[in-house]
């Protein structure tokens, strides 16, 4: 994987730090934008449901459950960026 162009490869760590710390910078009105651009709306609907099973049946409360379906949707948006970093490189 690399960014920008460039021949400098990305660890899938480096990625997710990148794509946190870029969340923490947005607003919530380009977050909902960036997500309605990338993410279909049945995913998020079932990124919902999964994370409110998941955090039923493992007994997961409070705060971390509420957490959940973020922590969930980070993942898939990591997973998008990947693949769109991977096709670059095949081009």
């Known amino acids: 994987m690399s960014i920008g162009g460039?021949?400098?490869?990305?660890?899938?760590?480096?990625?997710?730090w990148e794509l946190a710390e870029l969340f923490d910078e947005l607003s919530i009105e380009h977050v909902n934008e960036m997500l309605a651009k990338n993410v279909p709306l049945d995913t998020l609907r079932f990124i919902g449901a999964y994370?409110?099973?998941?955090?039923?049946?493992?007994?997961?409360n409070g705060k971390a459950r509420?957490?959940?379906?973020n922590l969930l949707l980070l993942g898939?948006?990591?997973r998008v960026v990947e693949d769109r970093l991977l096709d670059d490189d095949e081009e």
């Open 6 to 16: 460039s021949d400098a490869r990305i660890t899938r760590e480096e990625l997710a």
């Open 66 to 69: 509420g957490l959940l379906p």
């Open 51 to 60: 994370a409110d099973d998941f955090a039923e049946a493992h007994q997961v």
């Open 76 to 78: 898939y948006l990591m």
